[in-house]
């Protein structure tokens, strides 16, 4: 799973454009000026995503259209994570009361998966901390504070995050929300419901300058391939 969050904007670029223009010939062969995406064709089903575009099934005209993002589009992938997705180095982030000394005092209701970030700890008004400040641990005023970080490790009920020199060991409720929101469109799977605003040249081949993605079954860990077997020797 760590490595599909890596790939947070590889695919948001303008070589993408470019992937979109070289197959279709759009520069060479299409009207000077592009068309909008009409309203009753922005939401559809998503069928494939691929390097530098995606599928789209759009469900007005049951049209199938290829999908790139232009430069400075707004992508987001909203949903829900299972309880599985509580493993070693997701990122997260999380809203906990802290008392002086740095504990956390009750389970958190909430983890959000925002697909990678900075790690750190914030505190109302008073921005990220640098996650490699000399200070004591738990030298903080008590209070409310968003965590930050990859998950170092799961106890149960329980998950460790360590911040630079602080170490939060953060209890999950067992009916805690646990949400996507992420611009990873890597995330994304065959059937989710897609949202898009763009313009296009030639019908089938669009410009998104937005791309909302609504997951429809909550996000899973990716299963590890299976790793080739070494032959046995014979005795």
Known sequence: ????????????????????????????????????????????????????????????????????AAPDATVEVNGTASREMLQPKQFVQVSVELDGSGKVLQPVEKVTFPGAGTPGVVAGGLGLSDPKAKRAPGKRPAGTY?????????????????IGRDRFQIPIATDADLDVATTNIGLANPGDDVELEGEYY????LIASSIKVKLVNPLMPVQPKNKARRPVRAP
């Open 1 to 68: 799973m760590v490595g599909r969050f890596g790939r947070v904007r590889g695919w948001v670029a303008a070589a993408s454009v470019a992937i979109l223009m070289a197959s279709g010939g759009v520069a060479r062969a299409q009207p000077a000026e592009a068309k909008q995406l009409d309203r009753g064709d922005r939401v559809g089903t998503l069928m494939q995503v691929a390097p530098g575009r995606i599928q789209v099934r759009l469900k007005n005209s049951g049209e199938t259209w290829v999908v790139v």
């Open 202 to 205: 030639q019908k089938g081949q």
């Open 146 to 162: 968003l965590v930050s970080g990859p998950i170092k490790s799961v106890d149960g009920e329980e998950i460790t995050l360590q």
